[in-house]
């Protein structure tokens, strides 16, 4: 079975510094990462995924993310953090080969970021 | 949030009353979602479906029931079978099925029972 681990619950940065928020996977085979953010009483907003190739992924919002196959991670990263970067963010992932069933997305619980003046 | 609406953005229930979730997308996806959402527990599929007229068991399926007559419809009703359905309800869309395939996301119900 598959799983996705988000070590901290919060991370707290200053505005301007880079930013981390981790994530490691566990599932059989190569898999699909995907990164997500939500503000209060909001949806999930789409920010990047890894499918492969370049291991450095680029995304939304300034946003980028580093798949490491052999620590299993893709930690997302940020160079200069805003202020309006705060809230709540999910890595998620899924197995590589799909039997034609939907796309069944594990997520994990989520890390709250928290930039500050 | 653009393409997927849900409602109502909050609704309350009594105890042993059924309710029903509405999620509407306008993207032309064929496949669409329910997630469980509750503190600390990340996001928990309940119901998917690939294409109209059908539709699967996720992880947390007891207690809910759907129904896909329409493509850009899936409504989600939460049933007095549901032990604890006060959370937070999410829907989602893709273009198929296929592995590689981005959710998006509505903005959500916040269902409380009262």
């Given at each position: 079975?598959?799983?996705?681990?988000?070590?901290?619950d919060?991370?707290?940065?200053?505005?301007?510094?880079p930013?981390?928020?981790?994530?490691?996977y566990?599932?059989?085979?190569?898999?699909?990462?995907?990164?997500?953010?939500?503000?209060?009483?909001?949806?999930?907003?789409?920010?990047?995924?890894?499918?492969?190739?370049?291991?450095?992924?680029?995304?939304?919002?300034?946003?980028?993310?580093?798949?490491?196959k052999?620590?299993?991670?893709?930690?997302?990263?940020?160079?200069?953090a805003?202020?309006?970067?705060?809230?709540?963010?999910?890595?998620?992932?899924?197995?590589?080969?799909?039997?034609?069933?939907?796309?069944k997305?594990?997520?994990?619980?989520?890390?709250?970021?928290?930039?500050?003046? | 949030?653009?393409?997927?609406?849900?409602?109502?953005?909050?609704?309350?229930?009594?105890?042993?009353?059924?309710?029903?979730?509405?999620?509407?997308?306008?993207?032309?996806?064929?496949?669409?979602?329910?997630?469980?959402?509750?503190?600390?527990?990340?996001?928990?599929?309940?119901?998917?479906?690939?294409?109209?007229?059908?539709?699967?068991?996720?992880?947390i399926a007891?207690?809910?029931?759907?129904?896909?007559?329409?493509?850009?419809?899936?409504?989600?009703?939460?049933?007095?079978?549901?032990?604890?359905?006060?959370?937070?309800?999410?829907?989602?869309?893709?273009?198929?099925?296929g592995?590689t395939?981005?959710?998006y996301?509505?903005?959500?119900?916040?269902l409380?029972?009262?």
């Amino acid at each position: 079975a598959q799983s996705v681990a988000q070590p901290e619950d919060q991370v707290n940065v200053a505005e301007g510094n880079p930013l981390t928020v981790k994530c490691t996977y566990s599932v059989s085979g190569n898999p699909y990462l995907f990164w997500y953010v939500q503000y209060p009483n909001r949806g999930l907003q789409f920010l990047l995924k890894y499918i492969t190739g370049d291991n450095l992924v680029k995304g939304s919002y300034g946003f980028e993310a580093e798949f490491n196959k052999s620590q299993t991670s893709f930690h997302l990263k940020k160079p200069s953090a805003l202020v309006s970067d705060s809230a709540l963010y999910f890595c998620a992932v899924r197995p590589p080969r799909d039997t034609g069933t939907a796309s069944k997305l594990t997520f994990g619980t989520g890390t709250r970021l928290q930039v500050t003046l | 949030d653009g393409g997927i609406t849900q409602s109502p953005k909050y609704l309350f229930r009594k105890e042993g009353q059924n309710v029903t979730l509405s999620c509407e997308q306008n993207l032309n996806h064929d496949a669409m979602y329910w997630y469980r959402q509750d503190p600390g527990q990340g996001l928990r599929l309940i119901y998917y479906s690939q294409i109209v007229n059908d539709f699967q068991k996720g992880d947390i399926a007891e207690g809910y029931s759907v129904s896909r007559e329409k493509k850009e419809s899936f409504p989600l009703t939460v049933t007095s079978a549901q032990k604890n359905p006060t959370a937070f309800y999410l829907c989602a869309s893709s273009i198929t099925s296929g592995s590689t395939d981005t959710q998006y996301f509505g903005p959500g119900t916040r269902l409380t029972v009262l």
